[in-house]
T-cell receptor, first 112, second 117 residues
Framework: GENVEQHPSTLSVQEGDSAVIKCTYSDSASNYFPWYKQELGKGPQLIIDIRSNVGEKKDQRIAVTLNKTAKHFSLHITETQPEDSAVYFCAARGSTLGRLYFGRGTQLTVWP | GAVVSQHPSWVICKSGTSVKIECRSLDFQATTMFWYRQFPKQSLMLMATSNEGSKATYEQGVEKDKFLINHASLTLSTLTVTSAHPEDSSFYIC?????????????FGPGTRLTVL
């Protein structure tokens, strides 16, 4: 099955700086790559996603890039704010029943 | 985004009792829902895939007789933890798959914290 690796496991940045989280996947058939933000004690919230026919997608301060050849995708958060502090999960979806394969998560801390 | 609810948000029960958790897609129909379990500081572990009108597909190592899943309608799936024990204590999260044209997206519920005494 699919294997998703996520780095780093923890990331601390100063408010206003940028944060980048990287993921790699193993199954070349995967075609959908969502990113979720999970705050403590809550369920994951979809923040952005990208499909395999697109190389980059942006939504205000958040952007995701995809390199299908290298099988990696990244989340970029600019002008970080303390409320961006949370655990971020990347995921990849192959063809099996629509299930997602998750990375291990990145604990992002934004210091004021 | 689409809304998925879970009920209850937390539950405490005695060892040996059964607990039912509901997952509802509030503003869309979901032919497929997923049930996850999450331990502190860990990623989401898929337990089973729930398809409306058919039997759930369980991941390897997940006991289907202990974690009963029912997906009786396009907006409701339930997970029943039978004869719960302290090791079943965890954060259980469902997600619902929304198909809208070419868009195929998963939305998560807020989770249910289960504590078995």
């Amino acid at each position: 099955g699919e294997n998703v690796e996520q780095h780093p496991s923890t990331l601390s940045v100063q408010e206003g700086d940028s944060a980048v989280i990287k993921c790699t996947y193993s199954d070349s058939a995967s075609n959908y790559f969502p990113w979720y933000k999970q705050e403590l004690g809550k369920g994951p919230q979809l923040i952005i996603d990208i499909r395999s026919n697109v190389g980059e997608k942006k939504d205000q301060r958040i952007a995701v890039t995809l390199n299908k050849t290298a099988k990696h995708f990244s989340l970029h958060i600019t002008e970080t704010q303390p409320e961006d502090s949370a655990v971020y999960f990347c995921a990849a979806r192959g063809s099996t029943l629509g299930r997602l394969y998750f990375g291990r998560g990145t604990q992002l801390t934004v210091w004021p | 985004g689409a809304v998925v609810s879970q009920h209850p948000s937390w539950v405490i029960c005695k060892s040996g009792t059964s607990v039912k958790i509901e997952c509802r897609s509030l503003d869309f129909q979901a032919t497929t829902m997923f049930w996850y379990r999450q331990f502190p500081k860990q990623s989401l572990m898929l337990m089973a895939t729930s398809n409306e009108g058919s039997k759930a597909t369980y991941e390897q190592g997940v006991e289907k007789d202990k974690f009963l899943i029912n997906h009786a309608s396009l907006t409701l799936s339930t997970l029943t933890v039978t004869s719960a024990h302290p090791e079943d204590s965890s954060f259980y999260i469902c997600s619902a798959r929304r198909l809208a044209g070419a868009q195929d997206t998963q939305y998560f519920g807020p989770g249910t914290r289960l504590t078995v005494l």
